[in-house]
């Protein structure tokens, strides 16, 4: 009804037909690959850029952790524009991991991070990395993802929303430990 009143009708192929069109050419312009040690600079001063918080020791363990180990269900993957081949810069990047039995769920896929270059966004970058991310988690044998969002942050939650994410069964539960 309400689409009816302001023409959506009228407007939903065209929209549909603009985001058909980004995402094609995200995909010509975006290679989504897995994360190497020579990208951890990047990686560091994009999270610090964002976040506001410089974290070298965190950010060499998680590579330790994700970018080394048990490749099988781990994935710290990262975004590369190919569209500058003499300049092809780090625009995002995402980790995950498949998880199993963890507060009685079936195992599935976990997205913990995902962050893209603030002079990036809003290009196809964000959907390209979780689109590789569940290709992943799907070849790993699981057919669930799941992430958490702070209640407040209506970008993350218009991004996810956007790519198919549903609030899920579980919710989080928490108390200051004195
Ligand atoms: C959320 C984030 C990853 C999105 O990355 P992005 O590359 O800009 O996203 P995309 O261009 O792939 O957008 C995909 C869809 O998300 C939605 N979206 C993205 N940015 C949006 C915005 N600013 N306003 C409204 N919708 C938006 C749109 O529906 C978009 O689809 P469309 O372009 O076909 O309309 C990015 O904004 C980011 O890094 N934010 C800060 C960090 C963060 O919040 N991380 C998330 C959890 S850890």
Redesign the pocket.
């Known amino acids: 009804m309400l689409s009816i009143f302001f023409g959506g009708i009228e407007r939903a192929p065209a929209v549909a037909a603009a985001?058909k069109k980004?995402?094609a050419k995200?995909d010509a312009e975006v290679r989504v690959r897995r994360v190497k040690a020579s990208d951890m600079a990047n990686v560091i001063a994009l999270d610090a850029h964002?976040t506001k918080l410089a974290k070298p020791d965190y950010w060499t363990d998680v590579f330790k952790r994700y970018g080394r180990q048990r490749l099988h269900e781990r994935f710290f993957l990262v975004a590369q524009d190919c569209a500058d081949r003499k300049n092809s810069r780090l625009l995002?990047f995402i980790i995950g991991e498949v998880r199993a039995w963890e507060f009685g769920s079936t195992p599935c896929g976990w997205v913990f991070?995902?962050?893209?270059d603030p002079d990036?966004?809003?290009?196809?970058?964000?959907?390209?990395l979780l689109d590789a991310i569940s290709a992943e988690f799907k070849k790993a044998g699981v057919s669930k993802m799941r992430?958490m969002?702070e209640r407040n942050?209506i970008?993350?939650m218009?991004?996810f929303r956007?790519?198919g994410m549903m609030a899920g069964p579980y919710i989080q539960l928490e108390k200051d430990i004195d």
């Open positions: 985001r980004r995402a995200a964002i995002g991070a995902l962050s893209v990036a966004r809003q290009h196809g970058s964000g959907r390209a992430t969002v942050t970008l993350q218009l991004f956007s790519e």
